[in-house]
Nanobody, 123 residues
Framework: EVQLVESGGGLVQAGGSLRLSCAASGFTFDDYAIGWFRQAPGKEREGVSC????????YYADSVKGRFTISSDNAKNTVYLQMNSLKPEDTAVYYCAATGGYYGLDSGWYDYWGQGTQVTVSS
């Protein structure tokens, strides 16, 4: 059974930091790419960042470049999203997702999804 479990969300003031974790199981981690997506109320789901577990290639949305960092710990089958200099605009439910094929910031590529974790940034 494929499972993705997010954790690390919470409430933080603008300018603060959070680190999200995505723990994966039920598949060969190194064969997949992992993406982070977010959805705020009334808005479309958007891609935030993604990483290839095999070669470590990463991509970021322009809105988070320089502030967020994605990383992968293959020994733990876990992907992290370090979020610094948080802004109120970052408030959303954050999801991790996995794909065994093409990957990027388009959610349509992803086959498996976690349950989401809430990130709230106050001003």
């Amino acid at each position: 059974e494929v499972q993705l479990v997010e954790s690390g969300g919470g409430l933080v003031q603008a300018g603060g930091s959070l680190r999200l974790s995505c723990a994966a199981s039920g598949f060969t981690f190194d064969d997949y790419a992992i993406g982070w997506f977010r959805q705020a109320p009334g808005k479309e789901r958007e891609g935030v960042s993604c990483i290839s577990s095999s070669d470590g290639s990463t991509y970021y949305a322009d809105s988070v470049k320089g502030r967020f960092t994605i990383s992968s710990d293959n020994a733990k089958n876990t992907v992290y999203l370090q979020m610094n200099s948080l802004k109120p605009e970052d408030t959303a439910v954050y999801y991790c997702a996995a794909t065994g094929g093409y990957y990027g910031l388009d959610s349509g590529w992803y086959d498996y999804w976690g349950q989401g974790t809430q990130v709230t940034v106050s001003s």
